[in-house]
């Protein structure tokens, strides 16, 4: 009886280690990369992940993420009735995004955090 609890023990060890490793092994794939192509589809999709990820509407380019693998995003500042900054110093700094390819996928990873957001209908390239 205590041999059968210890293999069940060995072999639910083994299954952790197998899931842990499934976990870090797309992240050894990915390639900083850039989006190609870029029409409608992909930059809804690039549009609903970035607000998503921050949970408001964000004005992004047109031609964001074609040109480099690097998107930060700044905040707006705070501003009188007139239009004129209220405090011309940022209290919250900039926040970064990464695109990377991973195999046929695009991802795109919040730097906060390293959250992981697959791109679709969406191509991308290697840089």
Do not use: W
Not at 25 to 39: F, G, H, L, N, S
Not at 55 to 76: C, E, F, P, W, Y
């Amino acid at each position: 009886m205590i041999e059968r609890t210890m293999a069940g023990l060995l072999v639910c060890g083994a299954l952790m280690l197998g899931v842990t490793a499934c976990k870090t092994a797309p992240t050894e794939q990915d390639k900083a990369a850039r989006i190609v192509d870029p029409d409608d589809a992909s930059r809804a999709a690039l549009q609903g992940v970035v607000d998503g990820a921050l949970r408001t509407h964000v004005n992004l380019a047109s031609d964001a993420l074609t040109k480099s693998s690097i998107l930060i995003v700044q905040g707006k500042s705070i501003r009188d009735s007139n239009g004129i900054p209220i405090d011309g110093r940022r209290h919250v700094p900039p926040i970064q995004f990464r695109l990377v390819a991973n195999r046929e996928r695009c991802i795109l990873i919040d730097q906060r955090d390293q959250s992981r957001y697959e791109l679709e209908n969406t191509r991308c390239e290697p840089e």
